[in-house]
């Protein structure tokens, strides 16, 4: 616990950034990355997956990493963090996580970034990668309540590995897909519809005088955001309906750890 500036308390957050992926060759990186827009009382860690796919483009891809990813999210409410981010724009098993977890924050970079961006601007375009993820954003822009406020969802016709492979060549091909965006479709806001494409967006907002919400950053400033509400207020996320989770001694009972080599996290 820190004072802070007018002489309030700036409490001690503790925060988990999940990458999804199966290597760990940035994570230093998304940690410094982090930690730069960090506020001063926060810690935060950087995980990747111990196995599985090396991104999360195709649905099959997502299904086999999403044990992965709800295995770390349970394991970190254990090791006592705040809050833990699935770090993928498509938010894979955000509302699985929400329900196995007691009183832990979890968000993900997609809600995030969408309820950020609606407040910023009337309406919003997405740079997403391919033509492949449109459909599955589109659902999840519906899911959130947010289809009156999406403008467009744009593509850059490049991978989740291309985007930090090339900068340079991101850079132009966000140029023009924002450009139209703005100017065919009215777009008030600009999402960077991948946690990859990190790093980019404030040269980009200051070249076209907008929001340019670099979702990575939305999906932290959120978490910490979300965990002062927890902090100050004992909000959190309700367990009555919706996330109601599953009794341990049921799992146990059914041997779905031994099973599923989910280790002890629910003992």
């Not at 992965?68 to 699985?96: H, M, N, R, S």
């Not at 902090?231 to 031994?258: C, G, H, V």
């Amino acid at each position: 616990m820190r004072l802070c500036h007018g002489g309030g308390v700036d409490m001690n957050k503790k925060i988990l950034y999940i990458k999804p992926s199966a290597y760990d060759t940035m994570n230093s990186q998304i940690k410094r990355y982090l930690e730069k827009y960090k506020d001063r009382a926060t810690t935060v860690d950087v995980v990747s997956m111990p196995r599985g796919p090396k991104h999360l483009e195709y649905l099959y891809y997502q299904s086999i990493a999403q044990l992965e990813i709800l295995k770390a999210v349970k394991k970190a409410e254990q090791e006592g963090y705040d809050a833990a981010i699935i770090g993928c724009f498509y938010d894979p098993g955000l509302y699985t996580a929400r329900e196995i977890c007691q009183t832990m924050v979890v968000t993900g970079p997609g809600e995030a970034a969408m309820h950020i961006a609606a407040v910023l601007g009337g309406r919003f375009s997405i740079m997403v990668g391919r033509e492949k993820w449109i459909p599955q954003i589109y659902s999840n822009v519906c899911k959130y309540g947010f289809a009156a406020k999406l403008a467009s969802c744009r593509s850059l016709g490049l991978g989740v590995l291309d985007f930090q492979m090339d900068p340079d060549r991101t850079a132009k091909r966000m140029r023009e897909e924002i450009r139209y965006a703005i100017e065919h479709d009215r777009a008030e806001a600009i999402l960077l519809g991948c946690t990859m494409e990190f790093g980019f967006f404030e040269r980009l907002q200051a070249e076209f005088n907008l929001p340019v919400i670099d979702v990575m950053l939305a999906a932290f400033k959120h978490a910490e955001f979300l965990v002062g509400l927890k902090q100050k207020m004992n909000w959190y996320t309700s367990k009555t309906i919706t996330f109601a989770p599953p009794e341990a001694e049921e799992i146990r009972s059914w041997d779905l750890p031994q099973d599923y080599g989910l280790g002890d996290i629910w003992d």
